[in-house]
């Protein structure tokens, strides 16, 4: 069996995945090995001419939600191959943070369900779902591009992935601190200038100014007054 981290999406546009992941950290880690990426196409699992997915909602109301039927059939097949955790991507699930990154970067494999329209027949999540995850407050079209987001995120962590893993280390949210502000050349550019510190070669200052920086900008993000502002 691969040892590769393989992530499974349920959707109703599969073909919109591969051009996002052909290129860039995952495209490259998707021809090392070391990621499996697999969109399986939900209207393959249905049974009627029209290859129907969704329907009204019992109760009334606008709009459609996606039919149970072919949502089991499709994560139960899956599941054959990848016993990763099913997730659903739901504007009112957990929020995505790079903590939850890093727990679901140790699984196995990711199992991610796209929702449409008005949503999913609930007794998919009673049933089969193990978690649901939001990657923000607001509403989009589908669940695709939160799949895009977290996969994106989960595989960067995923070891050998990063070309330099000690880019891990200094990524924003790594140590619960945001990023630190960086530079590069020219030493100055339209009167605006590096700081001194980052010119002086001594890299115990620098570190320090790079912590400095990021505990500065992480509290400002808080919303906590830094010493010497007013609030």
């Known amino acids: 069996m691969s040892s590769a981290l393989r992530f499974d999406v349920i959707t109703v546009f599969p073909e919109v995945f591969e051009p996002v992941f052909a290129a860039g950290v995952v495209g490259r880690a998707i021809a090392r090995g070391l990621l499996e990426l697999h969109a399986h196409d ?23 939600v996606l039919k149970p039927e072919p949502l089991f059939e499709a994560i139960e097949e899956v599941r054959a191959q990848n016993r990763g955790p099913v997730i659903l ?6 929020p995505f943070t790079q903590r939850l990154a890093r727990e679901l970067a140790a699984e196995a494999g990711l199992v991610l369900v796209c929702g449409r329209y008005e949503g999913i027949d609930d007794r998919v999540r009673e049933s089969l779902a193990d978690r649901e995850v939001s990657i923000g407050d607001y509403v989009l079209s589908g669940g695709e591009l939160p799949a895009m987001v977290l996969i994106d995120a989960v595989a960067r962590l995923v070891p050998g992935v990063l070309g330099a ?12 601190l945001l990023g630190h502000p960086q530079y590069t050349r020219p030493a100055e550019f339209r009167g605006l200038r590096v700081p001194e510190v980052l010119l002086s070669g001594n890299h115990r200052e620098i570190e320090a100014w790079r912590q400095a920086q990021a505990r500065r900008r992480t509290l400002a993000r808080a ?4 010493q010497g502002e007013k609030r």
Do not use: C, I, K
């Not at 991507?89 to 957990?94: A, I, K, N, T, V």
């Not at 893993?165 to 949210?173: K, M, V």
């Open 42 to 64: 939900l209207r393959a699992h249905t049974h009627d001419r029209h290859r129907q997915v969704d329907d009204v909602p019992y109760g009334g109301g606008p709009g459609m």
């Open 223 to 226: 919303g906590t007054p830094q």
């Open 165 to 176: 893993e000690e880019s891990l280390a200094g990524d924003s949210f790594a140590a619960d």
């Open 89 to 94: 991507l739901e504007p009112w699930g957990e």
